[in-house]
């Protein structure tokens, strides 16, 4: 009885552990433009139309709307323009050897009640081709100024910036995903690079 009851014991331990791993259920990953977000009524003469519209994802342009952990907390982010590669602004800030910055510059609109204070920096990602994914890095480019970090936004207030990532020379980036919350959020915006 006493070793049943260690396995058992080991068994709800493992389940456990696998509940704690397992991605949250809330979880989505957001990648219609916000003019795309629902189709517009119409005759029914351009179904078509309609149908490629509603299925076009986010890219370099879109506006995103994303929502927060807290209640009332949501962003319309837009991912303004990319610099790929991008170069440093100074002379002693270079990518490591066999790699490149490339620089994505985000516009955040709180369009929520709640105000907003955060790093953007922690809850931005790219992703390549074959799907590996790369952080930001501490870099300023000469593409322009850098995103704060340590963002505070009032409801109706917006900021502007690049960040910055450091990828391989040989990485063919195709997306960019931004999180609120460092990165902790449910939602996560996605943009096509390419």
Same mark, same amino acid.
């Given at each position: 009885?006493?070793?049943?009851?260690?396995?058992?014991? *080991?068994?709800?331990?493992?389940?456990?552990?696998?509940?704690?791993?397992?991605?949250?259920?809330?979880?989505?990953?957001?990648?219609?433009?916000?003019?795309?977000?629902? *189709?517009?009524?119409?005759?029914?003469?351009? *179904?078509?139309?309609?149908?490629?519209?509603?299925?076009?994802?986010?890219?370099?342009?879109?506006?995103?709307?994303?929502?927060?952990?807290?209640?009332?907390?949501?962003?319309?982010?837009?991912?303004?323009?990319?610099?790929?590669?991008?170069?440093?602004?100074?002379?002693?800030?270079?990518?490591?050897?066999?790699?490149?910055?490339?620089?994505?510059?985000?516009?955040?609109?709180?369009?929520?009640?709640?105000?907003?204070?955060?790093?953007?920096?922690?809850?931005?990602?790219?992703?390549?081709?074959?799907?590996?994914?790369?952080?930001?890095?501490?870099?300023?480019?000469?593409?322009?100024?850098?995103?704060?970090?340590?963002?505070?936004?009032?409801?109706?207030?917006?900021?502007?910036?690049?960040?910055?990532?450091?990828?391989?020379?040989?990485?063919?980036?195709?997306?960019?995903?931004?999180?609120?919350?460092?990165?902790?959020?449910?939602?996560?915006?996605?943009?096509?690079?390419?």
């Amino acid at each position: 009885m006493h070793a049943r009851t260690r396995i058992a014991a *080991a068994a709800v331990a493992v389940i456990g552990v696998l509940a704690l791993t397992a991605c949250d259920a809330d979880s989505t990953v957001v990648d219609k433009p916000k003019g795309n977000a629902a *189709a517009k009524a119409d005759s029914g003469k351009d *179904a078509k139309k309609e149908k490629d519209a509603a299925s076009e994802v986010a890219k370099v342009g879109d506006t995103l709307t994303l929502k927060g952990m807290k209640g009332g907390s949501r962003l319309d982010v837009t991912v303004v323009k990319v610099a790929d590669p991008a170069k440093s602004a100074d002379e002693f800030t270079e990518p490591d050897s066999g790699k490149r910055f490339v620089g994505v510059q985000f516009k955040l609109v709180n369009t929520g009640k709640a105000a907003y204070d955060d790093s953007p920096s922690n809850g931005a990602q790219v992703a390549d081709s074959e799907g590996q994914q790369f952080d930001t890095t501490f870099a300023d480019i000469t593409a322009g100024p850098s995103m704060s970090s340590a963002l505070k936004l009032k409801p109706g207030a917006q900021g502007l910036g690049w960040i910055v990532f450091e990828v391989p020379k040989a990485s063919k980036l195709d997306t960019v995903q931004f999180t609120m919350d460092s990165g902790f959020a449910d939602q996560t915006g996605e943009w096509k690079l390419k």
